[in-house]
């Protein structure tokens, strides 16, 4: 996967303006993305878990742009475990790609040591 560039911030921006104003999300500013009143209780990093399920290639960068966490886990899996497991579905390692850009690692949770 190529390495994001700023030039594309715009577009994203754009398609996640439209998507919102597809949601029933309400904007204070004309312009400016409407995210102050959305309906569902979806953060980023559930979005980008979703996204990555459905194979969405061209979602999961705009999350991850926007902040989502390549690291989130969901009952102790990564996102990126469900990336690199569903690549037999999909067929592409683009997902996987955009996860490792931007910082996503393939390493099991710690589980934390009871002291004395």
């Not at 030039?7 to 104003?21: C, I, Q, W």
């Not at 980008?48 to 926007?66: A, F, I, R, T, Y």
């Not at 989502?68 to 037999?88: C, E, F, S």
Request: charged content about 30%; aromatic content about 6%.
């Amino acid at each position: 996967m190529s390495e994001f560039h700023p030039s594309k911030r715009e577009p994203l921006l754009n398609a996640l303006a439209k998507l919102a104003n597809e949601l029933g999300c309400q904007g204070k500013i004309e312009g400016e993305p409407p995210f102050s009143k959305a309906k569902n209780k979806f953060g980023l990093n559930e979005i980008l878990w979703n996204q990555v399920m459905m194979g969405d290639k061209e979602g999961v960068p705009l999350s991850l742009e926007l902040g989502a966490d390549p690291n989130y886990r969901v009952k102790g899996k990564t996102v990126l475990q469900l990336a690199k497991a569903m690549i037999d579905i999909y067929g592409s390692h683009d997902i996987v790609d955009a996860l490792e850009a931007y910082g996503a690692v393939d390493k099991p949770k710690k589980r934390a040591t009871k002291s004395s």
